[in-house]
């Protein structure tokens, strides 16, 4: 396989792809009749026998199963795209690392509050209640991005927003390792991320203690990811042996089902992704012309993001009150509507914000 350059739409339409699956998770994993977690952010057996009982028990809901178990590796695709979308474009105008920690910590309180805005009115609408303390305390510790540092409170309040401490910390690294991989061909990196790797291990085997800091809510679980895509903008043509595919594959297969690879599970699902998505980058190139609303999904895919974990609950709780497998699907696809059309409402928010900000202010503006 030969490394190709992604272009902009392309990019739009993988990450469509993957807040759709992302957002399904969220949604069937609060439902019947798989309801017993997935290995996200540590490994547990007894997960992966459930997975498979209620595969056989229950055939007709095996997308849900399915993606309520792994839908979760979601997340590795946009943080693979995070590493390889950045370097691309400080390689174009390096003076884009000037100022890089505040344009992107802005841009991610407009996220969130696109995320709060929405929660807020979600609370009034449908439990005629106001923020509470509780609330207010979490919103302030997401905007800190610190939240998932403190123990047992990376989920609280919106699940899906522990996302937003890892990304950051990976914007905070981000410019160290991008002069780094300039300046000797990723050697350093490669020994920060096998440094990495046995860090995850030491916490996944308990050699750290148990007070619920996840090493896969933070930078240090999914940096390797991160390296990777960083590795990817800087290696165009380069050729990647097609066994590495194969060896992906095995890993994230086996890493489901046994401790030992468990932690290896979300760098095999970035290497698949890899071997997705590059062999088209230039092939089908002309496909995207044809994909306007794919390409506008990947647009709004982080506006997604912050609000389907505030939208959800209404569909559950419609999803277990038809209580059928076809009942749960139309829940479902409810569900991702109505994301779909208040996010559409959240992005030209987040734009609106984006644009007044651009132009009363020179965060944005090139130094």
């Known amino acids: 396989m030969t490394i190709t350059t992604l272009s902009e739409n392309k990019t739009l339409k993988i990450k469509a792809v993957a807040i759709v699956v992302i957002a399904l998770h969220n949604f069937f994993h609060w ?216 060896v992906a594959l095995i890993v994230f297969v086996l890493g489901n089902f046994y401790k030992a690879l468990f932690p290896l599970t979300f760098l095999s699902v970035a290497v698949l992704t890899v071997f997705f998505i590059f062999p088209f980058g230039k092939k089908r190139e002309h496909i995207e012309k044809q994909s306007r609303l794919l390409v506008f999904m990947g647009k709004i895919s982080m506006i997604v993001f912050v609000s389907n974990g505030v939208l959800r609950d209404p569909f559950v709780t419609m999803a277990g009150k038809l209580g059928t497998a076809s009942g749960r699907y139309c829940s479902a696809l409810l569900f991702l509507t109505t994301t779909i059309i208040i996010s559409i409402l959240g992005y030209f928010l987040y734009q609106k914000c984006f644009e007044t900000l651009k132009r009363k202010t020179n965060i944005f503006n090139k130094q």
Not at 162 to 181: A, D, E, H, N
């Open 31 to 246: 439902t019947e009749p798989y309801r017993c977690g997935e290995n996200e952010f540590y490994f547990n057996p007894s997960r992966v026998r459930c997975f498979l009982d209620t595969l056989v028990s229950s055939p007709a809901d095996c997308i849900n199963t399915v993606i309520s178990f792994l839908g979760h590796y979601g997340v590795v695709v946009f943080v693979l795209l995070s590493g390889y979308g950045l370097t691309l474009s400080m390689m174009r105008d390096k003076s884009g690392l000037r100022g890089f920690i505040r344009k992107r910590a802005v841009k991610l309180w407009l996220l969130l509050l696109v995320g709060v805005v929405v929660f807020f009115f979600s609370k009034l609408l449908l439990d005629g209640e106001l923020f509470s303390s509780y609330d207010m305390k979490n919103i302030g510790l997401r905007a800190l991005f610190i939240h998932t540092l403190i123990p047992g409170c990376g989920t609280k309040m919106v699940g899906p927003w522990w996302f937003f401490g890892l990304i950051f910390q990976l914007y905070l690294l981000f410019p160290f390792l991008f002069r780094l991989s300039g300046k000797n061909n990723f050697k350093s990196l490669s020994v920060i991320v096998m440094t990495c790797i046995v860090f995850t291990y030491l916490c996944v085997y308990g050699l750290t203690p148990d007070i619920e800091v996840y090493v896969f809510m933070n930078a240090p679980g999914h940096l390797p990811v991160f390296v990777l895509g960083m590795w990817l903008a800087r290696n165009p043509g380069r050729e990647i042996p097609n066994v590495t595919m194969i």
